[in-house]
């Protein structure tokens, strides 16, 4: 897909129509045309009768890369709009607020360089492999059990590269210097590319691994009640878990060099998580229902509080004794939360209900606190500071049906 850019009128600036940044043409979004998705289910019925049943699948599924990415590259791509960073002390720098830069200072002789964004010439629509195998069984009439177990794999997950970053190398041996816990450092003011800023680059190298394993047991409406309930063990993996990052100053590897040492658990990750719902009829025509989950705490990392390495980004993970501490190793408190429901149904007239509901969410008053206190520098660090903000709620409700 080609991106004709507009003709510079009103600004005296380098016309980048046709340019490349440090190699790659800033017109240029890659087309991706072989998302073939072959997928494949069976169901085996082990005794024929539907009481015991066996199901698999597997297959590719494709996703569409975010119309946000691709305004991003369209419109930062240093005509259409112009990215540009000023620091105190430069002769340019707005100290008053008020009063804007006029775009006629910025002269040829008083060019600052832009950012762009630019994608990568093999980018890639993100594709995810998924396996499934469940085993099914009815125990009796009321009663029935299964057992899931699935597999996903995922490539071509999109993120964002600093592609103009120069090196740092005090003693100008040509070796790229580390600090003491050996953190590659880079040099963030001084780019290969004067030209331009940063070239923040899309690319489609990220991944990510899953599995889990879910034992469910289901009760059908009988007797007066019901129910359901699962308990879910976890295992996810990836390098950057994010689906349509575009910010200039976030969500960057914290090694350039080597995406895989951002290779961890994902921040969506829970290692274990129950359901349960239920529905009870109490008596004059009243229904008890209600819904309990529990997860375990998602992952969180120890950061360094600065840029350690130089790359102009800070989100340097913590050196604990000597090493960097790797992704996502700690964990915030458990999640518990439980909500029921009350409700009473009226007849009318024939075919015309009244149902009269109580809800209370949160029955416990669960705080559910989490911390995004992540500076290891700070005496705060590691405090817990939020919540989920859902405090015991009552809820009145009238549904008519007709």
Same mark, same amino acid.
């Given at each position: 897909?080609?991106?004709?850019?507009?003709?510079?009128?009103?600004?005296?600036?380098?016309?980048?129509? +046709?340019?490349?940044?440090?190699? %790659?043409?800033?017109?240029?979004?890659?087309?991706?045309?072989?998302?073939?998705?072959?997928?494949?289910?069976?169901?085996?019925?082990?005794? +024929?009768?539907?009481?015991?049943?066996?199901?698999?699948?597997?297959?590719?599924?494709?996703?569409?890369?975010?119309?946000?990415?691709?305004?991003?590259?369209?419109?930062?791509? +240093?005509?259409?709009?112009?990215?540009?960073?000023?620091?105190?002390?430069?002769?340019?720098?707005?100290?008053?607020?008020?009063?804007?830069?006029?775009?006629?200072?910025?002269?040829?002789?008083?060019?600052?360089?832009?950012?762009?964004?630019?994608?990568?010439?093999?980018? /890639?629509?993100?594709?995810?492999?998924?396996?499934?195998?469940?085993?099914?069984?009815?125990?009796? /009439?009321? *009663?029935?059990?299964?057992?899931?177990?699935?597999?996903?794999?995922?490539?071509?997950?999109?993120?964002?590269?600093?592609?103009?970053?120069?090196?740092?190398?005090?003693?100008?041996?040509?070796?790229?210097?580390?600090?003491?816990?050996?953190?590659?450092? *880079?040099?963030?003011?001084?780019?290969?590319?004067?030209?331009?800023?940063?070239?923040?680059?899309?690319?489609?190298?990220?991944?990510?691994?899953?599995?889990?394993?879910?034992?469910?047991?289901?009760?059908?409406?009988?007797?007066? *009640?019901?129910?359901?309930?699962?308990?879910?063990?976890?295992?996810?993996?990836?390098?950057?878990?994010?689906?349509?990052?575009?910010?200039?100053?976030?969500?960057?590897?914290?090694?350039?060099?080597?995406?895989?040492?951002? *290779?961890?658990?994902?921040?969506?990750?829970?290692?274990?998580?129950?359901?349960?719902?239920?529905?009870?009829?109490?008596?004059?025509?009243?229904?008890?229902?209600?819904?309990?989950?529990?997860?375990?705490?998602?992952?969180?990392?120890? %950061?360094?509080?600065?840029?350690?390495?130089?790359? %102009? %980004?800070?989100?340097?993970?913590?050196?604990?004794?000597?090493?960097? /501490?790797?992704?996502?190793?700690?964990?915030?408190?458990?999640?518990?939360?439980?909500?029921?429901?009350?409700?009473?149904?009226?007849?009318?007239?024939?075919?015309?209900?009244? /149902?009269?509901?109580?809800?209370?969410?949160?029955?416990?008053?669960?705080?559910?606190?989490?911390?995004?206190?992540?500076?290891?520098?700070?005496?705060?660090?590691?405090?817990?500071?939020?919540?989920?903000?859902?405090?015991?709620?009552?809820?009145?409700?009238?549904?008519?049906?007709?």
């Amino acid at each position: 897909m080609i991106n004709p850019n507009p003709a510079l009128t009103n600004v005296d600036l380098p016309d980048y129509t +046709g340019y490349t940044a440090g190699g %790659y043409n800033l017109q240029q979004i890659p087309d991706d045309s072989d998302n073939i998705a072959p997928r494949f289910a069976l169901t085996y019925d082990i005794k +024929g009768d539907g009481s015991q049943l066996i199901r698999f699948g597997a297959g590719y599924f494709y996703s569409r890369t975010p119309s946000l990415l691709v305004a991003n590259a369209m419109l930062t791509n +240093g005509i259409n709009v112009i990215r540009m960073d000023f620091y105190p002390g430069d002769e340019l720098f707005p100290h008053d607020l008020s009063d804007r830069i006029n775009p006629s200072e910025l002269t040829p002789e008083n060019q600052r360089a832009p950012s762009v964004f630019v994608f990568a010439p093999d980018f /890639e629509n993100p594709v995810t492999f998924k396996t499934s195998l469940s085993y099914e069984a009815k125990l009796n /009439e009321n *009663w029935k059990f299964g057992i899931d177990l699935k597999y996903t794999r995922g490539y071509h997950f999109e993120r964002k590269l600093d592609v103009n970053l120069g090196i740092k190398d005090a003693d100008h041996d040509g070796v790229q210097d580390t600090d003491d816990c050996g953190r590659l450092l *880079w040099d963030s003011r001084h780019r290969p590319n004067r030209d331009f800023n940063q070239i923040i680059m899309f690319k489609s190298d990220a991944e990510s691994k899953a599995s889990s394993i879910t034992f469910r047991i289901e009760k059908r409406y009988a007797d007066r *009640w019901s129910m359901f309930a699962s308990y879910t063990l976890t295992s996810a993996y990836d390098n950057d878990t994010n689906e349509r990052s575009v910010s200039s100053s976030s969500s960057f590897p914290t090694n350039p060099a080597n995406l895989n040492d951002d *290779w961890g658990r994902s921040d969506y990750y829970h290692k274990g998580m129950f359901k349960l719902s239920f529905t009870v009829d109490i008596g004059w025509g009243i229904k008890l229902s209600g819904y309990h989950r529990f997860y375990t705490g998602r992952p969180w990392s120890a %950061y360094a509080g600065y840029d350690a390495n130089g790359d %102009y %980004y800070r989100n340097d993970r913590a050196c604990v004794d000597g090493v960097v /501490e790797a992704r996502n190793t700690r964990r915030q408190p458990n999640f518990a939360q439980t909500d029921l429901r009350l409700a009473k149904v009226f007849k009318v007239w024939r075919g015309h209900t009244l /149902e009269f509901m109580i809800d209370c969410f949160n029955v416990f008053d669960r705080a559910n606190r989490w911390t995004t206190n992540y500076d290891i520098r700070r005496s705060y660090f590691g405090t817990l500071n939020h919540s989920t903000y859902t405090p015991r709620t009552f809820q009145l409700g009238l549904k008519y049906r007709f």
